[in-house]
């Protein structure tokens, strides 16, 4: 007869914003490998390039870009929930705007979100323009950032600007590095399709920055193990099974 065996029941709690920061850092990471590939190739010779690296620098960018996106809107959406000090409803109504009173916290705009986490989730009550100011460079950028998520997630149609310089052996030339073709703020290209290493780093560093200001703006209650662990939550009495 088999020995009997402890259990209990539980519930885990796996907090999802671990896992895609963790995924941006890997696709990030596996973007810079090839981007050094391309760059370490000999463009004197154009006809032993190898473009799919150009290809696969691109794709692992954009998934860094993406999921560092998604990774700072589910941690704002899930400190809210497990921080929360104050209810959205209780806020002062020269504070909000009419999107925020219609729709549920975790359908506002990142910007707004990024505004608003520190104000909800601390016991002193604070305007949000005393952690992120709405015209600051940040929240600018971070505004432009979302938009070039949402362009990239749409599958926006994108009609750059180009200039063609014609050689021999049907080898042309294309320039693309106008600033009509440029975002503002990010200088990021508004064709998603050319979205780099280069474009990825720059916006992972903000996204990372973001995440630390929330951090830093809710203190101590945010503790290593709750950036890094499950948590488990026991349900009744433990019991035994001979299963």
Not at 5 to 34: P, V
Not at 35 to 43: F, G, I, P
Not at 107 to 120: D, E, N
């Amino acid at each position: 007869m088999p020995e009997a065996k402890i259990q209990q029941w539980a519930t885990m709690t796996r907090r999802t914003f671990r896992a895609l920061f963790y995924d941006m850092e890997i696709f990030l990471t596996k973007s810079e490998d090839l981007y050094k590939l391309v760059h370490a190739q000999d463009v004197s010779n154009p006809a032993k390039l190898d473009m799919g690296l150009w290809s696969r620098e691109k794709a692992y960018s954009r998934a860094s870009f993406i999921t560092g996106m998604a990774a700072l809107e589910a941690f704002c959406n899930t400190l809210v929930v497990d921080f929360k000090c104050h209810e959205i409803a209780d806020l002062p109504d020269k504070w909000m705007n009419h999107d925020q009173r219609q729709r549920t916290f975790d359908r506002w705009r990142l910007a707004s979100k990024i505004r608003f986490v520190p104000v909800i989730c601390n016991g002193k009550l604070k305007s949000p323009s005393e952690y992120f100011d709405q015209d600051s460079d940040e929240i600018v950028l971070l505004t432009e950032l979302s938009r070039i998520r949402n362009s990239i997630m749409h599958g926006r149609i994108q009609k750059p600007k180009i200039l063609i310089t014609y050689g021999k052996n049907r080898i042309h030339i294309v320039d693309d590095e106008f600033p009509e073709n440029f975002w503002k703020k990010s200088k990021i290209p508004y064709d998603f399709t050319t979205f780099n290493y280069e474009c990825a780093r720059d916006a992972c560093r903000n996204i990372g920055w973001f995440k630390n200001k929330l951090i830093e703006f809710i203190g101590s209650r945010i503790s290593n193990s709750y950036l890094r662990d499950d948590q488990v939550q026991c349900l009744g009495a433990r019991f035994e099974s001979n299963e």
